[in-house]
């Protein structure tokens, strides 16, 4: 939301926007170098360089990602993460499934670390 939508009071907006608002902040949080970004410690993602296998990158992918949802993005309620399958050896996607706490409306969206850091849109 922007700062003049703040200040101003704007209370009428549409789900759409909320959507975008929700997309843009989780888009924020999950490019955040974890202690490097922002002063709350668990704010962000970690690197994962020292972790070798795929397996356990992806855990902890999931993990990192659902802390970061339950705690700086309070819109949404998360129900699942789940990692898509991809031919590619070196590549993790994902689903995140979400409930919108203002409407009740289901939100999918999908996660893919290589189009940028992280990058979340809606499915």
């Given amino acids: 939301m922007s700062l003049l939508n703040i200040l101003s009071a704007y209370d009428e907006k549409d789900d759409t926007d909320d959507i975008g608002d929700i997309i843009d902040n989780l888009n924020n949080i999950l490019n955040s170098k974890q202690g490097y970004s922002y002063f709350l410690q668990n704010f962000g993602i970690p690197d994962y360089n ?49 409930v919108v706490r203002k409407n009740a409306r289901s ?8 189009q940028e850091r992280y990058h979340v849109s809606s499915i």
């Fill in 107 to 114: 939100l999918s969206m999908y996660l893919d670390p290589l």
């Fill in 50 to 98: 020292h972790i070798s296998s795929r397996e356990i990158i992806a855990q902890a992918v999931i993990h990192d990602v659902r802390e970061n949802i339950e705690n700086f993005e309070p819109r949404v309620k998360l129900l699942d993460i789940v990692e898509l399958n991809d031919d590619a050896l070196f590549r993790l996607s994902f689903r995140i499934d979400c």
